[in-house]
């Protein structure tokens, strides 16, 4: 078997949101795998930083192109441009996301439920319209950046998580239509990933250490995940080694799904409690399974 960067070198991708964060880790893994990379965002002057960056890596050519993608002409206009420029589509990242203020659902603003509705699922189901005529040529594959607040609960996320939940239904819907076809769509789900958003985050707080080791307790691996480690999982999911593998929400999220207390804490308490309990029922002949 080929490995990934020697079937992937030379394929074409965009990453839609690939000036920050997880789109950028993404096209950062993907170019040094030898892809070339187009990556999209509103802001032209991060845009173009970004891609002067991903270029020093080596590997593929990174190209920046103005794009919001809440406004479905500019996303078929990324998607022309692309295809003009490398004559092909193999893998198209639907990325850009939004991701409100946070209020309870009473308190949430219909604008601004409708601007998160607008970039985060419609936006995603622009850049499958749009890309697929092209990847049904070339037997590329769709990934849509999800959220594992899509498969979890937490408060004040009632416009984010319920887009993040469309993303999945919608991919699994469009995997089935375009099996047919040869396109695979999958989705990831990544959980707590170290991105510029937290690093303000902790900014703004007043006890920025507490506030990351909060976050921290979300993962059972105890950290952050970076963003290279969903582009990783990104390039898998656009590779043959995962030719079988369609309709998947895959979390990323360093097992957040499995509850989201500080988990170190209670484990370390419970676990000298189990010691205990499990000294005195030895004295007392019970058998712990």
Request: charged residues 20%.
């Amino acid at each position: 078997m080929r490995s990934i960067e020697e079937e992937m070198k030379g394929k074409v991708a965009i990453v839609t949101g690939g000036n920050t964060g997880i789109g950028y880790g993404c096209a950062k893994v993907f170019l040094e795998a030898g892809m070339n990379v187009v990556i999209a965002a509103r802001r032209e002057e991060k845009g173009q930083q970004a891609a002067a960056e991903l270029n020093k890596l080596g590997g593929g050519e990174c190209t920046f192109f103005k794009c919001d993608v809440s406004d479905h002409e500019q996303v078929k206009a990324l998607v022309d441009f692309t295809v003009e420029k490398y004559g092909r589509l193999d893998t198209m990242v639907n990325n850009a996301g939004y991701n409100p203020l946070h209020f309870d659902a009473c308190d949430m603003s219909i604008e601004s439920y409708q601007q998160v509705l607008a970039t985060n699922l419609m936006g995603e189901f622009y850049g499958c319209k749009y890309a697929i005529p092209h990847l049904r040529k070339t037997k590329g594959s769709i990934i849509n950046m999800s959220s594992i607040l899509s498969k979890v609960g937490q408060e004040q996320t009632a416009g984010y998580s319920s887009t993040k939940g469309g993303i999945n239904s919608m991919t699994q819907t469009i995997a089935i239509e375009e099996a047919r076809h040869g396109v695979r769509v999958n989705a990831i789900c990544p959980g707590h990933i170290m991105t510029e958003i937290v690093y303000k985050e902790m900014e703004r707080n007043a006890d920025p250490q507490a506030y990351l080791d909060r976050c921290n307790h979300y993962s059972w691996l105890g950290r952050g995940g970076q963003p290279e480690e969903v582009g990783t999982a990104a390039l898998f999911l656009a590779s043959s080694w995962a030719s079988y593998i369609t309709g998947v929400t895959l979390n990323v999220s360093g097992g957040m799904e499995f509850g989201t207390i500080p988990k170190y804490y209670a484990f370390d308490e419970s676990n000298e409690k189990m010691k205990e309990m499990g000294e005195a029922g030895a004295a007392e002949g019970i058998c712990q399974q």
